[in-house]
């Protein structure tokens, strides 16, 4: 009997996002097939990274390569040279793979915004087929244009129609975020997605619908097993969780700017749903929090933020739940669509605005005024255009009050103006209390006495608080005299268990209080922040010590860097704390630098070794050794490619024909790899010669 020829399927997937849905349609579709994958890891975190760098096989594929396109190009190579680039890279995998391009019998391929692949599909003019998770593929090209900058690269994208359905290659779309377009634009509409009004791709093309959900249940127990096994997925019993946060890989980085001199990227990046999840009036007995494949938070800062809290990595597809075998009360995502497939009691799809445009820092304002109106009983809130109102319609459900944007209601209402320029008149005659920002224009418009301040203070409760701790203040209208006395009344004090910081309302007169007093303590000030226990500011402060010559600013610095060292950040903090120690120069100093770089450069530290190198060199705490200066240095040297220079200088320094030779090879091989330092001490070799 004939063997049936085995068909070679060659899968690429240029986002993270598409692992899933390729690897159940290769054990589904194409389980007796020789199968082969290509990975795109450009953007992806380092939690991400290592873990497909220790992957040894893939369920269902013969082999596979990781590869990282943005590596093997610069945005300002002329086309052609791209063109070269992409053929060059792509062919030396398949070669790798024992394979050439016209051996392949399928292609498949997935992708975000970033598509060599494509291009070089168009180049070689090869038919394949494309997944599509959110109607990526009908993208208008003039949008991916503008947001890549009109490069070279992206120019090539659009001329050879690498991200559309619309190309001649293109056989047929694979959808994977539903069974059906009318599934899908319905997910796209609840999550408030760009995406929602975007078409399906054209039906004269080969188009069909493979959702992990559906196909997971087509899959053997064996096949689940490998699954996995291969993902690390343990099982957690049917265990319940209240609330899950999904977070996508959008953040502010204006607001990260802003403050990364007082927090880690992790305490900025996480700030948004920290706050959220304090104001949210549920109780929050078991937290899970699932990271974006470009996301990771270190342990350490997990529970420095959020303490027996279930922490799913990055780089476990969100398509898989399924298989933790675990029961999810309230599921919130910002700008992520990885709770499409996740199943719920009730989901919150914020809008990326509500990150992208530091939305979230209007959240202490909002619950203020939610606040100030329970106390006055009432339930008709208003708040003004620059509040997305896809935010507040949650929290009109959650809190049960009338949030519209109408103003027409007979009902006496709190109204918060955001830009209160616009309102002045409207609100004049009104019984309404009607809430402002604090601003001279208003002070001026009303007068100070016919105003109260609301004023919203944060206290830092411990060393993992959120990192804007300024004082915020509304102003507070109204010419209703029923109400006036009860706002007299009003004060509250909220406990931010996941922000950090105790909130405190208080009513006063304008006329009590100076806004514009420079005495003011500078809450966010990184002085401030340090002296009450912020670690990321402690370090900064001892980075910022070190350079001065003050040896009581450099015992400042040894203490905060010992304190950061102590609650687990080390990575970051025992370099530095050498380098004080070693520029405080007492001999207890020494003693306790010699200490810390011997137990890090045992461990394999680099800097730990160069460290102990120079102390070697130098005779600090030690007796001078040059040759055990050599070892270390040697040992940075092989594991960093770093410090060659120095490592020739201590082989000079010896200066046996041994050591000069070692140095002279040295030398020769790190100058030949552009290395200034080599090149500068290869001069001098010859110079010595």
């Given amino acids: 009997m004939e063997t049936k020829k085995r068909k070679c399927i060659l899968y690429n997937i240029s986002h993270y996002g598409y692992l899933s849905p390729v690897l159940l349609h290769s054990a589904i579709k194409n389980k007796e097939n020789r199968n082969f994958l290509l990975i795109d890891s450009l ?8 873990f497909v760098d220790e992957i040894k096989s893939i369920p269902f594929f013969e082999n596979f390569i990781i590869y990282n396109e943005g590596q093997h190009y610069d945005d300002k190579d002329e086309k052609q040279s791209l063109k070269n680039c992409f053929v060059k890279l792509f062919d030396d995998s398949l070669n790798k793979f024992g394979i050439e391009l016209e051996d392949v019998d399928e292609v498949y391929t997935g992708f975000d915004t970033s598509h060599a692949f494509g291009i070089y599909l168009a180049i070689k003019k090869k038919s394949h087929y494309i997944f599509d998770f959110n109607l ?22 659009c001329e050879n129609n690498a991200l559309t359905w619309d190309s001649p290659l293109v056989k047929g779309v694979i959808y994977t975020l539903g069974s059906s377009h009318e599934e899908i634009r319905k997910l796209l509409v609840e999550s408030n997605s760009s995406m929602k009004n975007r078409p399906h791709a054209g039906d004269e093309k080969d188009n069909s619908f493979f ?8 899959l053997t127990q064996n096949d689940l097993s490998k699954i996995r096994e291969f993902f690390g997925i343990p099982d957690l019993g049917g265990r319940e969780y209240d609330v899950l946060f999904l977070n996508g890989p959008h953040f502010a980085k204006a607001f990260y700017d802003r403050y990364r001199d007082v927090s880690t990227y992790e305490e900025a990046f996480m700030y948004p749903y920290r706050v959220l999840l304090d104001y949210l009036p549920i109780t929050i007995a078991n937290l899970a929090i699932k990271t974006h494949p470009k996301i990771s938070i270190r342990a350490v800062m997990m529970e420095k933020m959020f303490l027996e809290t279930l922490y799913i990595a990055g780089y476990i597809p969100s398509e898989l739940f399924s298989l933790y075998n675990m029961k999810i009360k309230f599921s919130i995502s910002a700008g992520s669509t990885s709770q499409f497939s996740i199943t719920a009691d009730k989901k919150i799809a914020l809008p990326r605005s509500y990150l992208l445009d530091s939305n979230f820092e209007n959240m202490n304002k909002i619950m203020a005024v939610i606040y100030l109106s329970d106390h006055l009983g009432l339930d008709n809130v208003y708040f ?16 049960h009050k009338s949030m519209t944007s109408t103003e027409k209601t007979k009902n006496v209402t709190v109204r918060y103006h955001a830009n209160q320029l616009d309102v002045f008149g409207d609100c004049k005659n009104r019984q309404d209390i009607n809430v402002f920002c604090m601003s001279q224009d208003v002070l001026d418009y009303f007068g100070k006495d016919n105003l109260f301040l609301l004023s919203i203070k944060k206290e830092q409760i411990d060393d993992g608080s959120i990192p804007n701790l300024s004082d915020e203040y509304l102003l507070i ?3 209703n005299e029923k109400y006036l006395k009860l706002i007299e009344t009003y004060g509250k004090n909220i406990f931010m268990k996941y922000s950090g910081v105790m ?3 208080d009513i006063a007169r304008p006329t009590d209080f100076d806004y514009h007093d420079d005495n003011v303590v500078d809450k966010n000030s990184v002085e401030f922040l340090a002296e009450n226990g912020n670690l990321a500011c402690q370090r900064i402060l001892a980075i910022r010590y070190y350079r001065t010559k003050d040896v009581k600013l450099l015992k400042k610095a040894a203490d905060y860097l010992r304190n950061v060292m102590n609650t687990g950040r080390v990575r970051e903090s025992k370099n530095a704390l050498v380098g004080v120690l070693m520029k405080i120069n007492t001999e207890e100093s020494l003693k306790e630098a010699y200490e810390v770089a011997s137990l890090y450069a045992g461990k394999g530290d680099a800097v730990a070794m160069v460290m102990l190198a120079r102390m070697y060199r130098d005779g600090k705490h030690v007796r001078t050794d040059l040759n055990e200066a050599a070892k270390w240095m040697r040992s940075a040297v092989e594991k960093s490619g770093s410090w060659s220079g120095e490592l020739i200088g201590v082989l000079m320094k010896i200066n046996t024909e041994e050591s000069l030779k070692e140095a002279y090879e040295v030398a020769s091989l790190y100058a030949g790899k552009g290395d200034a330092g080599a090149v500068k001490m290869l001069a001098k070799l010859h110079g010595t010669s």
């Fill in 136 to 157: 990526i593929t009908t993208r208008p090209m003039e949008v991916y244009i503008y947001l890549s900058g009109a490069t070279n690269y992206a120019e090539l994208i």
């Fill in 384 to 399: 003004s255009r620059e509040i997305p109102t896809i935010l507040t319609s949650y929290f009109s459900e959650i809190f």
């Fill in 503 to 505: 909130i405190t309302h």
């Fill in 43 to 50: 953007g992806f975190s380092d939690e991400t990274k290592e």
């Fill in 211 to 218: 959702t992990v959900k559906d196909n997971i249940t087509m």
């Fill in 477 to 479: 209208e109204t010419k």
